[in-house]
């Protein structure tokens, strides 16, 4: 009995361990306008952002200089690693955790 007991409060634990974690520390909303709303934030290192694209057309959310239209358009952090969503359409999402 001792052993399930601490096998279901392992359990428990582990599992809202992954719902906390699950929660973004912030969303950016994509719409019609091509632009990301807001425009900034802050986040800290660890931290997952979830882009969502609330507007009819088709989105990206690309951080890498070989997959941009230009890559003068992606400035990444020393030791940060390129990412891209590929397509979200609309009502799609794509979440990104920055480390």
Same mark, same amino acid.
């Given at each position: 009995? &001792? *052993? %399930? &007991?601490?096998? +279901?409060?392992? @359990?428990?634990?582990? #599992? /809202?361990? +992954?719902?906390?974690? %699950?929660?973004?520390? =912030?969303?950016?909303?994509?719409?019609?306008?091509?632009?990301?709303?807001?425009? %900034? @934030?802050? @986040? &800290?290192?660890?931290?997952?952002?979830?882009?969502?694209? !609330? /507007?009819?057309?088709? *989105?990206?959310?690309?951080?890498?200089?070989?997959? =941009?239209? #230009?890559?003068?358009?992606? %400035?990444?952090? =020393? !030791? =940060?690693?390129?990412?891209?969503?590929?397509? +979200?359409?609309?009502?799609?999402?794509?979440? *990104?955790?920055? @480390?």
């Amino acid at each position: 009995m &001792k *052993h %399930s &007991k601490a096998l +279901l409060t392992f @359990i428990l634990l582990f #599992s /809202s361990s +992954l719902l906390w974690a %699950s929660e973004p520390a =912030a969303t950016v909303n994509m719409g019609n306008q091509l632009r990301f709303e807001p425009a %900034s @934030i802050t @986040i &800290k290192s660890g931290e997952t952002v979830e882009f969502v694209n !609330g /507007s009819l057309l088709v *989105h990206t959310v690309t951080a890498d200089p070989a997959k =941009a239209r #230009s890559a003068d358009n992606v %400035s990444l952090p =020393a !030791g =940060a690693k390129p990412f891209d969503s590929g397509n +979200l359409a609309s009502g799609e999402s794509f979440s *990104h955790t920055f @480390i």
